[in-house]
């Protein structure tokens, strides 16, 4: 079974700097897509970015990249010039590719708190 | 609207009581997945469904979860007997197989507390 890991419960970033937000995951796949969600205090599960294991390029999505380490299994996720929307949770997720089964269900971290400072 | 609906949205229960929580997927989403998030904690996943067919249980804690689609579109999840650790935040969330991603839209989820 596939297991994600987010080693920051919570980490805080002055406003228009950068932060480093970190996920590892445990898989014996080979072909996988790995996500980052925000969680605002609404609540809701945002998408942010997405990475497609078999793509060596890492994700950006304007402020936000990740720096994806297939064989360190590592992913993690930079916001550059943070905002004071950015604060919220983050969780890393992993899915399978693997269509066979077509459960495309998603394994989550247990999450960072990011927090803002104007 | 067009995204995933959930309801109700907050939900306070006796301890021992049933209660069904509604999704409305998206329409024409062919899959439907339910997840628990407890407090301080990531989703976790319950059960999905193609169309009418529950594909995969795995997830659901106890035999006092259930769910269900009949018609291949809204689903109902039930918990019978409800019990103080079955209160969490209740996600359903919806995917089209059409597009390479299968991407997964989130309802705004169910609060469900049992006192």
């Known amino acids: 079974a596939q297991t994600v890991t987010q080693s920051q419960p919570e980490m805080s970033v002055q406003e228009a700097e950068t932060v480093t937000l970190s996920c590892t995951y445990d898989?014996?796949?080979?072909?996988?897509?790995l996500f980052w969600y925000k969680q605002p205090p609404s609540r809701q599960m945002i998408l942010v970015i997405r990475q497609e294991a078999y793509k060596q390029q890492n994700a950006t999505e304007n402020r936000f990249s990740v720096n994806f380490q297939k064989a360190a299994k590592s992913f993690s996720l930079k916001i550059s010039d943070s905002q004071l929307g950015d604060a919220a949770m983050y969780f890393c997720a992993y899915r399978s590719a693997d269509s066979g089964g077509s459960n495309y269900k998603l394994t989550f971290g247990k999450g960072t708190l990011l927090t803002v400072n104007p | 609207g067009a995204g995933v609906s959930q309801s109700p949205r907050y939900k306070v229960t006796k301890r021992g009581q049933d209660v069904a929580l509604r999704c409305d997927p998206i329409?024409?989403?062919?899959?439907l997945y339910w997840y628990r998030q407890a407090l301080g904690q990531g989703p976790e996943f319950l059960t999905y469904f193609n169309y009418e067919a529950q594909q995969d249980k795995s997830g659901l804690p106890n035999d006092r979860f259930s769910a269900e689609r009949p018609e291949g579109s809204i689903s109902t999840l039930t918990i019978q007997r409800t019990e103080q650790r079955d209160s969490a935040m209740y996600r359903c969330a919806s995917s089209s197989w059409t597009g390479l991603h299968f991407e997964q839209y989130f309802g705004p989820g169910t609060r469900l507390t049992v006192t």
């Open positions: 329409s024409g989403h062919v899959s």
């Open positions: 898989t014996s796949e080979s072909d996988y897509y």
